[in-house]
């Protein structure tokens, strides 16, 4: 019947099975951690033990003392400069990271660009920021306009009026008659 359940494929794992994973999955999880946990404490004291054996202080001289004391304070040097040398790789490492998370950034296109201010600047600004000193007067951007006379709006005004209503004048100057008058009115047959 149903055709939803058809198109499912059917699970290779038994729900029992699946409910005993969903509970034993965690509790494996959790005794793994505690054993590296243990294996780390082991892994420690075997070094610590191995580099710095336990001291025997009963029955030395104080000019052995002193000797002892003077080969742990190199030994202390030595760790120092060890861990002075991990602490500089690791920081360089760290940034060589960040390096190179910036440049997988910046090709996969996902930085984000920031939001631009709207701002207004005239051209006399805009002129003196880009050239700076070298920049001298005012650019005044309507002197560099056209210039129109009023006798022309004037004549223009006249043309469209003489035209009117161009269905009056239809008749009028259709065929040859018409024409004629357009070129003597435009001063062609002088």
Known sequence: GNPKMDNKPKSKISASRKLSLKVGLPTLAIEDLEKEKQDREEEKNRYLIEKHPPLQLSGLSLAELQNLCKQLYAKIDVADEERYNYEDKVNKHNKDINELKLKVQDLGGKFKKPALRKVRVS??????????????????????????????????????????????????????????????AAGGGQ
């Open 123 to 184: 051209a006399d600004e805009m002129m003196r920021a880009l050239l700076g000193s070298k920049h001298k007067g005012s650019m005044d951007l309507r002197a560099n306009l056209k210039s129109v006379k009023k006798e022309d709006i004037k004549q223009e005004k006249v043309l469209t009026t003489e035209v009117g209503d161009w269905r009056k004048n239809v008749e009028a100057m259709s065929g040859m008659e018409g024409r004629k008058k357009m070129f003597d």
